[in-house]
């Protein structure tokens, strides 16, 4: 089912600051989140990660500043029927282990006044209709996973909260769990990924929020990511003896290779410049983990 939105903000963060008694677990985060995105939200434990998306279920509210869900302050109650349009995966799904598959979906189904006639197609989406009718305490950690991330599709939401969702699932399964999330994103939903698999995300995510003390450190694209960090591409390739002496000022490799650093801009000037006998030839961008590091580095 494909979401029309009218507003293409689905949930906005204004000067948001949550309090602990002295500890400052938020510090005047802005973020808008859109219609059809998918965000990365990444940061050490203690970032603040889990309280920004405690904040928008509505479960605390921030000490100053403002949190909007489709339209709503999510912590009050007429705003009921836009929490029902949220699905949210904890970090730790928490499954009472004596009841069945079937069981716990028709269960949350019930507590989001959703029917249940759909909850089958929905275990065979997520790939343990299968095991719909074997106790939950017979599952193994991926297939509990799985169970959770049925339950936070109920209803078509609008948005979805995911906190390290892919938890416990195999390479198979972690792509499954991203095509699904495709999905989600080309009928207009939007999704929030809190992680730290950091490579995974790489490919699969719209824009990136870093996190550090509470603090938006950084929010954008890979490609705006790399700029802000300003760590130069590298380009590696191996030559034949007689040509290394052309490329003094290259570095050598440990595997025999000239690698130097440049701006993104001069890349494809250089790649020209490179003899017909080039081989093994890669241009080397900052990963995401590295991009990750850089601006925590700087936070501090």
């Known amino acids: 089912m494909r979401h ?31 219609a059809g995105e998918c965000v990365g939200l990444v940061g050490h434990n203690g970032a603040g990660k889990s309280t920004m998306i405690k904040m928008m279920l509505g479960l605390i509210r921030p000490t100053r500043g403002s949190v909007q869900v489709l339209g709503e302050d999510p912590s009050a109650g007429a705003a009921a029927a836009a929490r029902r349009e949220l699905g949210y995966l904890p970090e730790n799904v928490a499954l009472h282990p004596s009841l069945t598959g079937a069981e716990t979906l028709a269960f949350y189904a019930r507590l989001k006044g959703q029917p249940v006639a759909g909850n089958k197609a929905l275990l065979e989406r997520v790939g343990i209709a299968a095991a719909a009718d074997r106790r939950v305490g017979t599952y193994s950690k991926g297939m509990r996973q799985r169970l959770g991330l049925a339950q936070a599709l109920l209803g078509n939401p609008r948005a979805l909260l995911l906190d390290e969702p892919t938890t416990g699932l195999d390479p198979a399964l972690r792509q499954s769990f991203y095509e699904i999330v495709g999905e989600l994103r080309r009928d207009g939903a939007t999704i929030l990924l809190s992680s730290h698999a950091l490579a995974e995300l790489e490919g699969q995510v719209d824009r990136v929020v870093v996190m550090n003390r509470g603090r938006k450190v950084a929010d954008g694209g890979i490609a705006e990511l790399r700029s802000l960090a300003a760590i130069q591409p590298r380009i590696r390739f191996r030559a034949d003896g007689a040509e290394i002496d052309k490329f003094a000022g290259w570095a050598s490799t440990p595997d025999g290779r000239l690698e130097r650093a440049c701006a993104e801009d001069e890349v494809a000037a250089i790649l020209r410049e490179l003899p017909k006998s080039a081989r093994q030839i890669e241009i080397l961008r900052p990963t995401l983990d590295e991009l990750y590091a850089q601006f925590q580095k700087g936070a501090e």
């Open 4 to 34: 029309e939105f009218v507003n293409r903000d689905t949930i906005v963060l204004r000067a948001v600051t949550r309090l602990y008694g002295r500890q400052l677990a938020v510090d005047a985060v802005d973020l808008n989140l859109r």
